[in-house]
């Protein structure tokens, strides 16, 4: 038999003489109840019920509604459904209802909290469907109103969803609950309709809170967390009391908190919230008869609501809450745009570092170091530059940093090593009846722990076939002041293949004096800091005359390092009177914008051989400075 799911389809009337006496005696049991039984069983059901006419005008009702809704059941006829479970308070439960009655739709369920005579309220599942077959047996259409008390079902849904939604170690709201109102405050309707549209959050995190768990033991540790929630309540509520609604204090994990702010009404709210968090970290929490003092970090965010996402506002207070660790911890930090960019491009910088030397992305400039006695380049210094497709020539000191940091550096610096020293036997091939001009490469500490600097350097000389005594390793003062064990070794095996090792911009960090008697070093560069002491030229400047300590300090350099048997580079020479001081004083080399600024190799080969009485003006007029 075919059929829907209301009730079977109509089939072809039967004949008479189809009818047997079985059909016969069948028929009372398979036929259609009498209207009195279908009465009983409404009047004594269980189930809440009441018939409803097409007007939704309530025909009758059995006990069971009169006992949920705490009235007679008889004293319900008459009345309007709607009103008896509630169906108007919402548009859309109303126009569900309104086509139901109309026959335009088969079905209503709702959940609705209904209040009894008594004052008491209970939570009730609402449905409304049509009488079956009520034309057929004769009585008039209408629907059938059935109401089941559900209270304890969502009592327990509601203890599970808060078990679900709350730490259980602080009782507070954990992650899940957290974005769940986050999400539904950065909504277009919860300030589109009032409110000031602007959102805050302060994510916080306690310094140093493994030491204690790893010291004290989990127990403590998460009494403290639980003390810790309760101050950060006390905080959230006192807040609420100068402003509407206190700011959601919630757990997110670990040792990590975070206050919402809705509606806030500037950084100004949230800078003075972030500081009483602060100061109620200060006392020390006395538990488990120890007395423990933490303090915490803060990241504040406040911005608009409008174009923010939860992803991105929770990305932004997770960086200031790392800026915040960085800036010394125990302080709280605002978001700054202008720090976040600088960070969004360094993040770019160092994910395409490793992709940009496969593309050969990079390049090499190079700085003359010409002798102060007779003005002729005895060597350059190679400078690298990133030929960046987004951000266009960058100078080292915007990816150095992040190449040591991510290992990069390695294979850049054999690059850089590779490529200089082909440019330097280049230039003596071009030039033979010059003497031959040494090349000077950076090197990073990284670079002789996570390589093997010795076996890359002598095999980049025998690939290029320059001399060893025509390269020159330079590393800064602070990588090899103290250097021990694998660098010295590192340094010693070059020196004794010939290779100069440099230190550059001596005379700003350790300057441990006696180390210098102990390391294959042959040169010092001079720190510009010091050159530029001699800035002011009093004869022809008029700016006043130069820092006599600062010249007094490079002499005594000079002097100590000549007895050494080491060579002294000064950098930043801007002024031929610094030049004209300098060697004076006895420095050997110099290098600075007077001379040149870094150029390409083609550039360089304009300077071999250019020398002059005037000394570095044969290389000033030959490169110019630009």
């Known amino acids: ?50 018939v409803v006419d097409t007007e939704g005008l309530v025909v009758s009702a059995n006990d069971s509604l009169g006992t949920l809704l705490g009235t007679d059941p008889a004293a319900l006829a008459g009345c309007a ?33 209904l209040k009894q005579a008594d004052g008491h309220s209970l939570w009730a599942q609402v449905t409304v469907e049509p009488l079956a ?38 009782r507070l709201p954990n992650r899940a609950l957290f974005f769940e109102r986050l999400t539904a405050a950065l909504e277009a309707e919860s300030y589109e309709n009032g409110g000031t ?58 040792d990590e908190f975070a206050l919402l702010v809705e509606d806030s009404t500037g950084t100004d709210q949230l800078a003075d919230l972030a500081g009483s968090v602060l100061a109620a970290l200060q006392p020390p929490f006395e538990l ?7 303090t915490a970090s803060v990241g504040v965010v406040e911005r608009h609501t409008a174009g923010t996402t939860p992803t991105a506002l929770m990305q932004a207070a997770d960086t200031t809450l790392y800026w915040a660790k960085a800036d010394g911890r125990a302080r709280w930090t605002l978001f700054d745009p202008e720090r976040n960019a600088n960070r969004m491009t360094r993040q770019a910088l160092a994910a395409t570092l490793r992709p940009a030397i496969e593309r050969g992305e990079f390049a090499l400039e190079y700085q003359p170091l010409v002798g102060m006695a007779d003005g002729r380049v005895r060597g350059v210094e190679a400078l690298i530059r990133w030929n960046h497709p987004q951000f266009g020539v960058l100078a080292p000191n915007r990816f150095i940093a992040l190449a040591e940091e991510d290992g990069s550096i390695v294979p850049l610096g054999r690059w850089i090593l590779r490529t200089a020293c082909h440019q330097a036997r280049r230039w003596q091939l071009a030039h033979p009846g010059e003497p031959p001009i040494f090349v000077s490469v950076n ?63 001596f005379g700003t960090g350790y300057s441990n004096l006696a180390y210098l008697s102990r390391l294959p070093v042959s040169v010092l560069k001079l720190d510009g800091a010091f050159v530029r002491g001699f800035q002011y030229d009093a004869v022809s400047d008029g700016a006043g005359p130069a820092n006599p300590a600062d010249e007094v300090i490079v002499e005594a350099m000079v002097q100590l390092a000549h007895r050494l048997g080491l060579t002294v580079t000064a950098e930043c020479v801007e002024t031929s009177d610094q030049a004209s001081r300098l060697r004076r004083i006895g420095c050997d080399t110099g290098q600075g914008w007077l001379y040149s600024r870094p150029v390409a190799p083609d550039r360089i080969s304009a300077l071999l051989g250019s020398a002059g009485p005037g000394g570095a003006a044969g290389v000033q007029a030959g490169v110019g400075n630009p």
Not at 21 to 36: C, H, I, K, M, Y
Request: some cysteine.
């Open 1 to 50: 038999m075919n059929g829907t799911s209301e009730g079977p389809a109509s089939a072809a009337d039967p004949s008479p003489s189809a009818v047997t006496e079985r059909d016969e005696r069948l028929a009372p049991r398979t036929g259609r109840a009498e209207p009195s039984a279908y009465r009983s069983v409404f009047a004594t059901a269980p189930l809440a019920m009441a």
């Open 81 to 113: 459904a709607a009103d008896l479970v509630d169906l108007a308070s919402d548009a859309g439960t109303w126009h569900a209802y309104r086509e139901v009655l109309r026959g335009h739709r088969s079905r209503l369920r709702c959940t609705r909290r």
């Open 133 to 170: 077959d009520a034309g057929e047996s004769g009585d008039a259409p209408g629907l059938l109103l059935s109401v089941a008390d559900v209270s304890a079902r969502r009592e327990l849904q509601a203890r599970l969803r808060h078990l679900q939604m709350h730490d259980p170690v602080t």
């Open 197 to 254: 549209g602007r959102i805050g959050v302060c994510y916080l995190d306690l310094d140093g809170f493994k030491a204690v768990n790893d010291t004290h033991g989990h127990r403590v540790g998460d009494r403290l967390l639980a003390a810790v929630a309760e101050r950060l309540t006390r905080c959230a509520e006192e807040a609420a009391h100068a402003r509407s609604g206190a700011p959601l204090v919630a757990r997110l994990g670990g």
């Open 288 to 294: 488990c008869d120890r007395r423990l003092s933490v």
């Open 443 to 505: 090197v990073a500490v990284r670079q002789v722990w996570d390589s093997d600097l010795v076996a890359d350097v002598a095999r980049t000389l025998e690939e290029t076939g320059l001399a060893p005594d025509l390269l020159q390793l330079e590393l800064t003062e602070s990588a090899v002041m103290g250097s021990a064990g694998r660098p010295l070794q590192v340094l010693k095996a070059l020196s004794d293949m010939g290779v100069h090792i440099a230190i550059d911009d």
